[in-house]
């Protein structure tokens, strides 16, 4: 009997929720702001979308705050990525989230191994952001059925840009020479891009910005890039930029710009949002190993 | 094998010749520095002086990004300003300056991290905590080297008095004013060398690079100037072979430094000729050894 009522009452309450939420924006949390970015192209006007790590922020040590808890507390969707580089984050989320559904949007995605972890950058290949992208649509449909045909309309234009995108990468990178197609960078955050697109990412660190290379990293990092004929090294936002600098100067390779790898700038900054991202990578990618 | 295992590193790569370098500038400004306070009974203010820099490097951080000026500058003023007013609490109050400086320390600890964790991104603090002995550029090497140069004049001009306060405050203070400008002065060299050291090794392992030799120095000897000149070689030694550490075992290059003066301070604690374990348990045997 108890359980009759409540499967009514619960019935009751979602035909109450769902026209309630068709006139609100609804709230949507997630950890990192290159999925907010994919939240908010897909949801257009419909979605409130909050990120935890903020622009230029390093999702490695990223703290939660109280007022972080609040946004997550008025959350109805929650989007992690779910690859592990929001680390104890994911689980403060879960934890902090109310009556929210909580949705990882790499599902489907296989990811690339690096040492015994996964590596989490995986938007870095243009064709990993399509999964994020249906994903994160799919999720958005079922926590506002209503709006269905705008997120379906949204996510395909969506698409279609990132399709361009893709060829737009893949043209300006078959301008670099095969031989001249590696390069060094802090982080190591750009398998999936290496592996899409054909460039060799070396990183004097592992996976994590929190590992400090020894003296016998940055020697193998320079005896490397000597002997490879590596043509540039490059900085990332979020790791030391003296160590890339000395190593640099030392090996004789070109310094690149900055390559952004899992967060996104503030409005004035090459990269607020992953097209943008992607877009100045290359950019910089052609100009520093480019004949 | 021992040239390729010793030497050939240091002439392979730049930025182990640079490390080099600078962790010897250091142990040269630094470890008299340690002798002195730990004679004075103050070895732990290296210590708290260490944290009151962060919020100071850490508001050079926020202002002009890694910038080596911004950074030394900010956690110069920052730890001159904590030792001054503890100083001045201790005169002023009933309280101890040890407790003064407790108190000081501990709150500019605490406004450091806000500052850091103020603007919303979460700046690495292990950039702060251990700094990075492999990225030195000229301009940070020649500001240690300057630091320390600075440091060892101030220090002759200071000497006296110095000792003198070491041994005998009373005395001093009965036939020379000198005592608090010294205090002063001294204060202002464990700051600047902190500082120096920070660039390199970071807040938390300078202060390894200045207390461990002198402790370790105290087991060989009671002479004071031989007690700073063992204390520059304990520091010397332990960047050198830190540095070959980190190079073939792979650890991270600060750390490993630290850890060697650690060991050297073990052996002394065992072995020492002044006060060591063993010389303790058999002194007749070591004497005629």
């Known amino acids: ?60 040590s990223y703290v939660p705050s109280p007022a972080d808890a609040k946004k997550l507390a008025d959350a109805k969707l929650i989007i992690l990525d779910g690859l592990g580089l929001e680390g104890s984050t994911a689980r403060f989320m879960r934890a902090a989230a109310k009556d929210a559904k909580v949705v990882t949007a790499s599902d489907g995605i296989t990811p690339l191994r690096l040492g015994t972890q996964s590596d989490p950058h995986a938007w870095q290949s243009v064709a990993n952001a399509k999964t994020y992208v249906a994903n994160i649509r799919d999720a958005l449909i079922a926590a506002d059925p209503a709006g269905k045909s705008v997120f379906e ?94 190593i640099a100067q030392e090996s004789g390779a070109r310094i690149g710009g900055t390559l952004y790898s899992d967060a996104l700038t503030d409005a004035n900054g090459p990269a607020p949002t992953y097209i943008d991202m992607m877009r100045h990578n290359v950019k910089e990618l052609v100009t520093a190993l480019g004949g | 094998m021992p040239y390729d295992i010793l030497i050939s590193p240091f002439l392979e790569f730049d930025f182990m010749r640079r490390a080099l370098v600078a962790t010897l500038a250091l142990a040269l400004g630094a470890a008299p520095i340690g002798v002195i306070l730990m004679l004075r009974r103050m070895s732990l203010m290296g210590d708290a002086m260490a944290h ?84 030195l550029d000229a301009a940070t090497l020649v500001l240690i080297a300057a630091i320390s140069t600075l440091s060892l004049l101030i220090l002759a001009l200071i000497w006296r008095p110095l000792v003198l306060e070491c041994v005998d405050p009373g005395f001093l203070r009965s036939i020379s004013r000198a005592g608090a400008p010294v205090h002063i002065a001294f204060l202002g060299l464990v700051v600047l060398n902190l500082v120096g050291g920070f660039q390199a090794l970071g807040t938390l392992l300078a202060v390894g690079l200045m207390m461990l030799p002198a402790f370790t120095a105290r087991f060989w000897t009671r002479d004071i100037t031989a007690m700073i000149v063992a204390a520059v070689v304990v520091g010397a030694l332990a960047g050198y072979f830190g540095l070959l550490l980190s190079f073939h075992a792979g650890v991270a290059a600060g750390p490993a430094i630290i850890l060697v003066a650690g060991a050297l301070y073990l052996g002394s604690v065992l072995f020492g000729r002044v006060g060591g374990i063993l010389r303790q348990l058999f002194p007749k045997q070591h004497l005629e050894a």
């Open chain 1, 153 to 246: 309309a949204n996510a395909a234009d969506y698409l279609r840009r990132l399709d361009a995108l893709e060829a737009e990468v893949k043209a300006a990178i078959a301008s670099i020479p095969p031989d001249r197609r590696k390069l060094v960078t802090t982080h190591n955050a750009f398998g999936y891009f290496g592996t899409a697109y054909e460039v060799d990412f070396i990183a004097p660190h592992g996976v994590s910005t929190e590992a400090e290379p020894s003296a016998r990293d940055v020697a193998r990092i320079i005896a490397q890039i000597r002997a490879q004929k590596i043509p540039a090294v490059f900085l990332e936002n979020v790791t030391d930029p003296r160590l890339l600098e000395r």
């Open chain 1, 1 to 60: 009997m108890r359980r009759v009522v409540c499967v009514i009452a619960a019935m009751f309450a979602t035909i109450v929720a769902v026209p309630a939420h068709a006139r609100d924006k609804i709230n949507v949390a997630v950890s990192l702001t290159i999925l907010a970015d994919f939240a908010r192209n897909v949801g257009g006007d419909r979605v409130d979308v909050v990120s935890l790590v903020g622009p230029n922020g390093d999702a490695h």
């Open chain 2, 52 to 135: 009151a820099i962060l919020p100071g490097a850490a508001v050079g951080f926020l202002v002009a990004g890694l910038n080596l000026f911004a950074m030394s500058i900010g956690g110069l003023i920052a730890g001159l300003l904590v030792a001054l007013l503890a100083g001045a609490v201790a005169r002023a109050t009933e309280l101890k300056e040890d407790a003064s400086l407790a108190a000081c320390f501990l709150v500019s600890l605490a406004l450091g991290v806000t500052i850091v964790s103020a603007r919303g991104t979460n700046i690495d603090l292990l950039h702060f905590l251990f700094g990075n002995v492999l990225g």
